[in-house]
């Protein structure tokens, strides 16, 4: 198998080829309308010029630092290791119990569970494009490899690109060695430093290769169509071809505990290459640059509105229904008639924010949930296994019977089961 970074070099002489291809072709013929449209995006994919080299960026260690699996320096993540080795989804022994009882009698509730079968629904019948390309960043740490393995077995297979920013390299599990130097380490604390380099790592060497860039963390769950749905909208092409104006996409956030809006990182945030690079070359460079604290979502929000004062894209639904979700889907689907505690007291409070600022309707419960939703945040392992079911399989071929409850616990199976 060719090594990533030989594959890369392979890419570039392809494209001179190519792009030298089209200009003779167009001195031949005397025009340019016989190119084919994947000539024309073959060939415009590439962002200008960048303007900031590798260990050039503002306090952050250079390349050399990142180590790789046999302690090498200077080591470059394949993005592609799930697509060429997928995890067989696997539903563990002990957990089936309460993986595989019917929808809506495990942690989402009837109310979540009817929520996701809209949304199962809206993604197996929706004709519109999703032809954009996802990478998927994901913080962890090795300690996190329960959640990274669960996210590889299920949502995150489906990103173009993955790779999980960690303390140690691994091949095996995709975690990719990314310091910072944060005086806190990889610790919940060194997440603001640990976010710029995640961003610098993503910026020296993917940024021509994927379209749009998702940073959340491991225990989120993406609906990824979903998201390249929204992503390959007339709406964000729309919005992305103003000048100054960037995708920056996610939930906005503003509550009591903090003195500003910002988008929330719990589902993640969405950031086109074009905010990549505008972001990682301006704001990053001198914005937050020695900043501690787990509030990296603050600390980003705060730099790109450097970019322009909106710095952030609508992300509702046509009906008003939000897409980006900072917590599990049962506390969305039942709230305010269930109440969860602070976290839903802030999203509460945010809607406040948001309809007395923007005039956006104050939206709860079925309203609240929109049927092309692209992530829910707050999830063990087993949730994100759980999901996946509701959401992609057969439960009655994963579970049996169990699943649709004409079997009794007791009766179930209690071995590991795995599917390709």
Not at 120 to 141: G, H, I, P
């Amino acid at each position: 198998m060719m090594p990533y970074v030989a594959k890369r070099k392979f890419s570039w002489i392809f494209l001179a080829y190519a792009s030298i291809s089209i200009i003779v072709k167009i001195f031949l013929v005397g025009d340019a309308s016989h190119i084919t449209t994947s000539e024309h995006h073959r060939n415009n994919t590439h962002s200008p010029r960048k303007l900031v080299g590798p260990g050039n960026h503002t306090n952050l260690p250079p390349p050399e630092l990142h180590i790789g699996p046999n302690g090498e320096g200077g080591y470059v993540h394949n993005p592609k290791f799930l697509i060429e080795n997928p995890k067989p989804f696997t539903v563990p022994g002990h957990e089936r119990d309460r993986i595989c009882v019917p929808p809506g009698e495990s942690l989402e509730r009837p109310e979540g569970a009817n929520a996701l079968h809209n949304i199962r629904k809206y993604m197996e019948t929706s004709q519109q494009s999703r032809d954009v390309s996802l990478f998927c960043a994901v913080y962890t740490y090795r300690g996190g490899v329960n959640h990274t393995t669960a996210a590889s077995q299920t949502w995150s297979k489906r990103c173009d690109g993955v790779l999980y920013a960690s303390d140690k390299t691994s091949v095996e599990t995709g975690h990719v060695h990314i310091p910072s130097n944060s005086r806190r380490g990889f610790s919940y604390g060194g997440m603001t430093q640990r976010t710029r380099a995640i961003l610098a790592y993503l910026y020296d060497n993917f940024l021509d290769d994927f379209d749009f860039f998702h940073i959340c963390g491991d225990d989120a769950y993406l609906i990824v169509e979903n998201m390249k749905e929204f992503l390959a909208s007339d709406l964000v092409k729309e919005y992305e071809k103003v000048p100054n104006q960037y995708v920056f996409a996610g939930f906005l956030l503003h509550h009591r505990f903090s003195d500003r809006d910002y988008l929330g990182g719990g589902s993640g945030y969405t950031m086109s290459r074009k905010m990549l690079k505008a972001f990682v070359e301006g704001p990053m460079q001198t914005c937050n640059t020695h900043k501690e604290g787990s509030a990296e979502d603050v600390a980003v929000s705060e730099c790109a509105q450097k970019l322009n004062q909106k710095y952030w894209i609508d992300t509702r639904d046509s009906k008003g229904a939000h897409r980006y979700h900072q917590l599990p889907v049962q506390r969305h689907a039942t709230y305010p008639a269930m109440r969860w505690g602070f976290s839903t007291e802030m999203i509460r409070q945010s809607l406040d924010w948001m309809n007395a600022t923007f005039g956006f309707p104050q939206v709860y419960m079925t309203d609240y949930i929109s049927n092309s939703s692209v992530a829910f945040h707050k999830h063990s392992p087993e949730e994100i296994r759980r999901l996946e079911i509701l959401l992609y399989l057969d439960g009655n071929n994963v579970c049996g019977e169990m699943f649709s409850g004409h079997a009794g616990k007791q009766s179930v199976n209690r071995t590991t089961m795995t599917m390709m």
